[in-house]
């Protein structure tokens, strides 16, 4: 049995909530042993000095070593020997601050360099695999995110309550997103708070809104999306994929979406709304939330096989063994 060695920056947001499922799909079939790394609180040189300090003193053969694209700088420098995939969700420094902007794009920079050095480059959406391919590489497999079809079952009690309990009952929901600056919720906002309808946000806060916003466990947030009549996903850089858009979409919710990195791939085969121009947005939502048949167009996308569980688990056991 293949000895693996998977080393991850441990995030729950976005791509974490993938890179903690990789070890878990390959662990029936290799000997897998994990090397996670805390993301630093300090995003400037330090906290990174000490997180690629961390990973300089991971040390071992293995068949393969999967690691994220934060955790290959030190892939010339480290003890690690074996064959490499690389797990890359998006590259985009385009809405950082200015203070981390500088060493972000050094940072990516090392990382497109080391990519030269690895046997396989795994990515979420077709918008990568292309990215990387212009840069001239041809070794690139898409294996995307994965979510659990039983967990977007809902009752029309479930829905009530819901709204009750976080007193939501009077007007339509507009879900504007996560509460980060980067995924445009403040011009979001700005261009949608003449609507008669409840702002609600959730998950990590950066800034704040005249917005209710929502810290919940992943099973009221699910219900969250459900009771919206729209998801907003105007993210302002190029996302990997949207897990939040494909979630709403499972809830059968229609989504308006900024479609930039692969969240494009996601809305325009859902057949949802991509809306590049905040001045545009009021007019997209209002339209979403008349039209009926988005919802049903995009459970029937996001459902598809090749997003399950399994699939998933497939794709990783195929990625390795062929190394």
């Not at 497999?141 to 079952?153: S, W």
Request: overall charge neutral; hydrophobic content about 40%; proline content about 3%.
């Amino acid at each position: 049995m293949k000895n693996i060695g998977v080393i991850f920056d441990k995030d729950d947001r976005g791509g974490g909530i993938y890179n903690q499922l990789v070890p878990d799909a390959i662990k029936d079939s290799f000997n897998v042993e994990v090397y996670s790394l805390v993301q630093p609180q300090n995003r400037k040189l330090t906290g990174y000095a000490k997180l690629y300090y961390k990973q300089s003193k991971i040390h071992g053969q293995k068949d393969v070593w999967i690691r994220t694209s934060n955790c290959m700088a030190t892939l010339p420098l480290d003890g690690t020997r074996g064959k490499n995939i690389i797990l890359i969700h998006h590259i985009d420094n385009s809405v950082k601050p200015a203070s981390t902007k500088v060493l972000s794009y050094i940072l990516d920079q090392v990382i497109i360099r080391n990519l030269s050095k690895v046997d396989k480059i795994v990515v979420v959406s077709q918008y990568w695999k292309e990215y990387f391919e212009a840069l001239g590489h041809n070794s690139i497999e898409i294996i995307y995110n994965p979510f659990n079809l039983e967990e977007f079952t809902f009752t029309n009690d479930d829905i009530e309550k819901f709204k009750a309990k976080y007193h939501l009952l009077e007007k339509p929901i507009v879900y504007l997103g996560n509460c980060q600056k980067a995924k445009g919720v403040v011009e979001a906002y700005n261009n949608l708070k003449g609507l008669d309808a409840y702002f609600v946000t959730s998950g990590a806060k950066d800034v704040n809104l005249p917005a209710v916003h929502l810290n919940v466990s992943y099973r009221e947030y699910l219900t969250l999306l459900r009771a919206s009549s729209v998801a907003v996903t105007m993210s302002k850089f190029k996302e990997g994929w949207c897990r939040t858009a494909h979630e709403a979409m499972l809830c059968k919710t229609p989504v308006v979406g900024s479609g930039l990195g692969g969240m494009g791939e996601l809305l325009e085969g859902g057949k949802q709304i991509i809306c590049p121009d905040f001045s545009k947005l009021r007019d997209c939502v209002e339209y979403a939330m008349a039209e009926s048949k988005l919802g049903e167009a995009g459970y029937t996308f996001a459902s598809q096989d090749h997003f399950t569980l399994g699939f998933f688990k497939d794709k990783w056991v195929n990625v390795v063994n062929d190394l």
